[in-house]
């Protein structure tokens, strides 16, 4: 992924200028997969994976570079049709959903309403109610910023 922005912002400088940002993703999962009709020809399937993913993120600005690499947890949901075009072969139609923990965020909420036909995952940086407790909970110092610059 590429994208162009004018302006950057980190924490209490700015830059202004032409600014380039790159993303590198290298998922590594295991999926397990339900055929409902494997012996017809229009077979329809679902398909859930779960795993790592290498993510690397690089922000280009004039002379500088600001990297930041990650590994994060990943699960995968799919859902799709094979298209059994002979004995040797297929064609498949699928739509997949790749939701990436950060390793920055060790912690994810479920959210599932039980009068709506989805579910919500949403990572989070500390467990539920660490504001009041203090359990496991994290502070970054004025100024501190995850990026390595070059």
Do not use: C
Request: glycine share 8%; proline share 7%; hydrophobic share 35%.
């Amino acid at each position: 992924m590429q994208d162009r922005n004018p302006a950057s912002t980190i924490g209490t400088e700015s830059i202004t200028g032409n600014q380039y940002r790159y993303s590198q993703d290298v998922p590594f999962l295991l999926s397990v997969e339900y055929m409902f009709r494997p012996d017809q020809t229009i077979n329809p399937y679902v398909n859930f994976g779960l795993g790592g993913l290498y993510a690397r993120r690089n922000r280009e600005m004039g002379i500088y570079s600001i990297f930041q690499d990650s590994w994060q947890f990943v699960i995968k949901p799919e859902v799709g049709v094979l298209f059994n075009v002979s004995s040797q072969g297929a064609v498949k139609f699928s739509v997949k959903y790749y939701s990436g923990f950060d390793s920055g965020y060790p912690y994810a909420q479920v959210y599932a309403p039980k009068d709506k036909d989805y579910i919500a995952f949403e990572p989070m940086t500390a467990p539920t109610s660490a504001l009041t407790t203090g359990h496991e909970l994290r502070l970054v110092e004025p100024g501190g910023v995850p990026y390595l610059y070059r």
